[in-house]
């Protein structure tokens, strides 16, 4: 429950990244790639963190984190500004995230929590416990369906906000908020079970 409770006090929305948003997408578009960098500098390590949890393979991730911030550069021209910027580079990830699996290059695998949650300092019976509890929570995560799982991971791992998650699902921001509690709930309660035992 401890990690659940801090992933959750770990999420920090993107809103103040909005506005810088719309000025360096405006000059990447003009062919600006400075403006281009400084979104990817903005953003590679929410992706980078979600493709982590989805593929669990550092080399993998960088790969398709690659790729699609190439196609995301070779696709500015069509980016639309009716939802955020961050919203459309999540929904080429995705994408691209499925060209991988249908490269057959990885087999989908159960979503595994990033090894940085695990504390470097900590006394090596802390280290233990949270391994541990790394462990029942990959187990309960592994019960979740898949949408509830990358539910799960563009919140938590990828810390985006409820409204950017519904533009990248295509559905509105009252239900994505309430599948993420429901998903939360059956999680806590699955785990809840695993210590009974």
């Keep these: 429950m401890a990690l659940i409770q801090r992933l959750v006090a770990e999420t920090t929305p993107f809103d103040q990244q909005t506005r810088d948003d719309h000025r360096d997408v405006a000059l990447a578009v003009a062919g600006d790639h400075e403006a281009f960098l ?3 500098q903005r ?6 963190r979600f493709l982590m949890a989805r593929l669990q393979q550092h080399h993998d991730a960088e790969e398709v984190a690659a790729l699609a911030f190439e196609r995301a550069w070779q696709s500015l021209a069509q980016f639309k500004p009716n939802g955020p910027f961050v919203g459309w580079l999540f929904t080429i990830v995705r994408r691209c995230l499925v060209d991988f699996y249908r490269r057959g290059q990885r ?3 159960q979503t595994q ?3 940085e949650l695990a504390s470097q300092q900590a006394s090596p019976e802390l280290t233990m416990l949270e391994l541990e509890q790394q462990r ?3 187990q309960a ?5 898949p949408e509830q799982q990358e539910l799960l991971q563009l919140r938590f791992f990828a810390q985006l906000p409820y409204a950017t998650i519904a533009q990248i699902l295509g559905k509105r921001e009252a239900a994505v908020k309430m599948a993420a509690y429901r998903a939360l709930e059956q999680l806590k309660r699955r785990l809840t079970d695993d210590q009974s035992i």
């Design 113 to 115: 929590l990033s090894a």
């Design 107 to 109: 087999s989908r695998q």
């Design 38 to 40: 400084r979104l990817y």
């Design 136 to 138: 029942l929570l990959h």
């Design 141 to 145: 995560l592994a019960q979740l369906t």
């Design 43 to 48: 953003y590679i390590t929410p992706v980078y």
